[in-house]
């Protein structure tokens, strides 16, 4: 499509000067802002003439970054932030519940240790000293102590799944609400641009037209191949 050639202006034409800046200043600090979007729908609504082939492009490329931009900003952060959130959270009160049971079943090996230590002597007759009887008391209250505290931190880690997965709906939410609102709006915007499209190839069938003499036929849905 060389430059000054028919099709070019539909085909291969750059946005004008001062559109061009405007495309380029949206393009140089891309935030995901709604604003951001209106200043693009802003650029279709000013067009004015045909919009080209290269122009819509240009004008495409900026939207889809925005679009992308606003995604991870107001859907996927939030995503992200939700299951860091209650991922930490279930992990640390896992770590900490295997890390009781653990202590727990060591106090559970020493105790039986102790007590066969005791019974052994009591069956032979022979006299369990005073420490050994202490020593097994103490390592028989650490391990009631153990327990109890597996038990609490098993019981917290329990009602803490429950509360993720009875009431995760609750949170995911928000989360539908937005990626709804974001397409539909995704879907005006680009409807809104492409439309132009429509356009441009209208004004391309009356130039094929006039060159060959044929009809001069407005450009309709079915006229596109899917």
């Not at 891309?30 to 122009?55: A, P, Q, V, W």
């Not at 959270?89 to 519940?97: A, D, L, P, S």
């Not at 492409?194 to 009809?215: A, F, H, I």
Request: charged share 30%; net charge negative; hydrophobic share 35%.
């Amino acid at each position: 499509m060389s430059f000054k050639t028919p099709l070019y202006d539909y085909v291969g034409l750059e946005p004008n000067e001062e559109r061009l800046r405007a495309i380029e200043t949206v393009e140089s600090n891309i935030t995901g802002d709604t604003s951001e979007l209106e200043d693009i729908s802003t650029l279709c609504d000013e067009y004015g003439e045909i919009m080209s082939l290269m122009s819509l492009q240009r004008l495409s490329n900026v939207q889809a970054a925005i679009n992308a931009k606003g995604f991870s900003k107001h859907i996927l952060a939030y995503a992200v932030e939700w299951d860091h959130a209650v991922a930490n959270r279930v992990e640390t009160e896992w770590k900490n519940v295997k890390k009781l049971e653990g202590t727990r079943r060591h106090y559970e090996k020493k105790v039986t240790e102790l007590r066969e230590t005791v019974h052994s002597k009591e069956d032979k007759g022979k006299t369990v000293s005073e420490s050994q009887q202490q020593r097994l008391e103490r390592n028989e209250k650490k391990l009631d102590e153990a327990w109890n505290a597996h038990e609490s931190a098993a019981e917290r880690l329990c009602v803490l799944i429950e509360e993720v997965v009875g009431h995760g709906w609750t949170y995911l939410y928000p989360l539908v609400k937005n990626l709804m609102k974001w397409e539909v709006n995704r879907v005006i915007r680009e409807k809104k641009l492409y439309n132009n499209m429509v356009n441009t190839l209208d004004s391309m069938k009356n130039l094929s037209n006039k060159d060959t003499g044929t009809d001069n036929t407005e450009v309709t849905h079915e006229d596109f191949v899917y």
